[in-house]
């Protein structure tokens, strides 16, 4: 059986969020979640996630895009006209806000719409992680025939070009990081998740980590969330028997990265 990741990404964006991976982590469909911090909710809601600590991955889910759009960030950080001490400052502020209510550091830190991977954020993101010990999720995939089967295989493609530079980073600094990326989607699909999340995992080795986007329904999530029932969508699955026989079927178990590393 080959060991993965499977990440719910945005925790903390809202309550119907939050208790969604809450109830997958109870099941033990998760094996790590991401929480962004800079919402109100996760005061409330983070230190709901103790139960957990230690047995999954609790990262940082570093956001930038919560007052401004994600291409009004990436054409800034792509002409250099971010301003990496203000980028910093914001990290070490969401880090801060993270161990105060979680009384501890995250065990890794990626970034809200994948800030993370931008010049003059991944640099941060690296020091920090290495300063802290925590890992650094990677987006990088070999590009091939194999990601083209994949949903959104344009968008992947696109994630795993510009992890580039970030890959170069963590291999100099030493800091660790996934093997393998699956989970891209555009969230506008009319295949069932089902189908879609069977390709995605095919072929997936030790160390990959697989995104989710899982939640209840909350009216807190309708005003700043743009992809409302697919989230949903994606609940109902995982917490599925159906879930359960594809991922034995694709000869998988999900694991906290530490536990899928192998040695040679």
């Not at 047995?55 to 930038?64: E, M, P, Q, Y």
């Not at 759009?69 to 806000?97: C, W």
């Not at 979680?102 to 993370?116: A, E, F, L």
């Not at 992680?129 to 089967?149: C, K, N, Q």
Request: hydrophobic share 40%; net charge neutral; charged share 25%.
């Amino acid at each position: 059986m080959y060991r993965i990741v499977l990440c719910a990404d945005d925790y903390g964006l809202s309550p119907g969020v939050s208790r969604g991976i809450r109830e997958l982590l109870a099941m033990g469909r998760l094996s790590a979640t991401s929480c962004m911090v800079v919402y109100p909710e996760f005061e409330t809601d983070g230190p709901l996630l103790e139960p957990w600590l230690g047995k999954a991955d609790i990262g940082l889910h570093f956001t930038l895009t919560a007052e401004r759009s994600a291409v009004s960030l990436m054409r800034e950080a792509y002409l250099g006209h971010l301003d990496s001490g203000a980028v910093a400052s914001e990290l070490e502020r969401q880090l801060s806000t993270f161990s105060r209510i979680m009384r501890r550091n995250p065990d890794y830190i990626d970034g809200h719409q994948h800030v993370h991977l931008l010049p003059g954020v991944r640099e941060a993101v690296v020091r920090a992680a290495l300063r802290i010990g925590a890992y650094v999720r990677s987006t990088w995939e070999p590009i091939g025939w194999a990601m083209a089967t994949r949903p959104s295989p344009v968008e992947a493609a696109f994630l795993s070009w510009t992890s580039g530079p970030l890959r170069s980073l963590i291999r100099e600094t030493g800091v660790q990081t996934n093997h393998g990326f699956r989970g891209p989607r555009t969230f506008r699909e009319r295949t069932p998740y089902r189908l879609l999340f069977r390709r995605m995992i095919v072929g997936a080795k030790d160390g990959c980590l697989v995104m989710c986007h899982p939640a209840m329904p909350d009216r807190t999530r309708v005003r700043h969330d743009p992809i409302v029932s697919a989230r949903e969508d994606e609940l109902r699955y995982l917490g599925s028997d159906e879930f359960l026989r594809d991922v034995a079927d694709a000869g998988l178990t999900h694991n906290r990265l530490a536990d899928t590393f192998v040695v040679t």
